[in-house]
């Protein structure tokens, strides 16, 4: 039962466009959503988060939206960079047992074309 | 600060033999939990240590066991390895009981099961 659903497994952008990268979510008890980045022979990397009782958070070219009732979120990189190219993965937190896991999203690709 | 390290970088076992994986987590950090990332796939939860006891586990057979020891560093141990086992495994650390959102990867470490 995937709980975190990244559906693209790829993307191409050119450079300087918008990367639109999209998850969905199934467990409404979530109350966190991260955004992490990974390089090749690298952890994740965390890039940005968002609370389930906000609907945006903004950090400098990356935006990330929280539409709850749609169960979905999405990360905006504006303008995208060659630099951006990596895989991201969407990841949930579930804080249904009193304590805390991350369930993660199977990553989307992204490759920003100069 | 270091970060979270992790060692071995990489490691081939085979069948049936025992493995163990060691994370230190970054400076300030007393939670670790460990992941189970496959080829194509998000990180998979396997379990947390927090004051030296599992509070969370996931989908993941007895055969992982762990431990965290008073300077919150951890072990992952498995035994009877499997084909299946051979994956990207990593350690993330959080500060807190409850812990912010944002967990800090480790670079992690291959297994490879022949």
């Known amino acids: 039962d995937q709980q975190v659903k990244q559906n693209s497994p790829s993307l191409s952008v050119q450079e300087g466009r918008i990367s639109i990268l999209n998850c969905d979510y199934t467990?409404?008890?979530?109350?966190?959503f991260l955004w992490y980045k990974k390089y090749p022979a690298e952890g994740p990397t965390f890039l940005i988060s968002?609370?389930?009782?906000?609907d945006k958070n903004e950090d400098g070219r990356f935006t990330v939206f929280l539409n709850k009732s749609a169960k979905h979120l999405s990360l905006h990189i504006v303008p995208s960079q060659p630099g951006d190219s990596a895989v991201y993965f969407c990841?949930?937190?579930?804080?249904?047992?009193?304590?805390?896991?991350?369930?993660f999203g199977t990553g989307t690709r992204l490759k920003v074309l100069a | 600060d270091a970060g979270v390290t992790q060692s071995p970088t990489h490691l081939i076992k085979t069948r049936g033999q025992q493995v163990t994986l060691r994370c230190s987590p970054k400076?300030?950090?007393?939670?670790v939990s460990w992941y189970q990332q496959a080829l194509g796939q998000g990180p998979q939860f396997i379990f947390q240590?927090?004051?030296?006891?599992?509070?969370q586990r996931g989908n993941f057979p007895d055969r992982f066991s762990g431990h965290q020891f008073p300077n919150y560093s951890s072990e992952l141990n498995v035994n009877a390895l499997l084909l299946g086992d051979s994956a990207l495994y990593l350690c993330?650390?959080?500060?807190?009981?409850?812990?912010?959102?944002?967990?800090?990867f480790g670079p992690g470490t291959r297994l490879l099961v022949l």
């Open positions: 993330a650390s959080s500060p807190g009981r409850r812990g912010k959102e944002t967990q800090y």
């Open positions: 467990n409404s008890m979530f109350d966190y």
């Open positions: 968002i609370s389930s009782i906000k």
């Open positions: 990841a949930a937190r579930d804080v249904t047992s009193g304590t805390y896991k991350y369930i």
């Open positions: 400076s300030g950090h007393d939670t």
């Open positions: 240590y927090y004051e030296e006891e599992e509070r």
